[in-house]
């Protein structure tokens, strides 16, 4: 049974920095494309990055140059730094599969704010 675990997120000024965790289970963790994804309140879940076998990465334009998304396969774990945050990153983020198939976690709950 597929499970991950979200951990890292909490309140930040703008401009601040949080490094989001995110460790799984139940899959060959080394071999999956895996992505962060985000969802705010009132809104759909959104895709923000992802990073592949080989640590091709991708991120969507509002947190390129922001965001680094990276994983450590002998760790089972995928990591989301942050930093410069803005008060339009806060959000629920959570961790999957690169399609988002899998089953979701509770997620982590982000909020940028002064």
């Known amino acids: 049974q597929v499970q991950f675990v979200e951990s890292g997120g909490g309140s930040v000024q703008p401009g601040g920095s949080l490094r989001l965790s995110c460790v799984a289970s139940?899959?060959?963790?080394?071999?999956?494309?895996m992505a962060w994804y985000r969802q705010a309140p009132g809104k759909q879940r959104e895709l923000v990055a992802t990073i592949t076998s080989v640590h091709t990465t991708y991120y969507v334009e509002s947190v390129r140059g922001r965001f680094t998304i990276s994983r450590d396969n002998a760790k089972n774990t995928l990591y989301l730094q942050m930093n410069t945050l803005k008060p339009e990153d806060t959000a629920v983020y959570y961790c999957?599969?690169?399609?988002?198939?899998?089953?979701w976690g509770q997620g982590t709950q982000v909020t940028v704010s002064s």
């Open positions: 139940g899959i060959n963790f080394g071999l999956y494309i």
């Open positions: 999957n599969v690169g399609q988002g198939t899998a089953a």
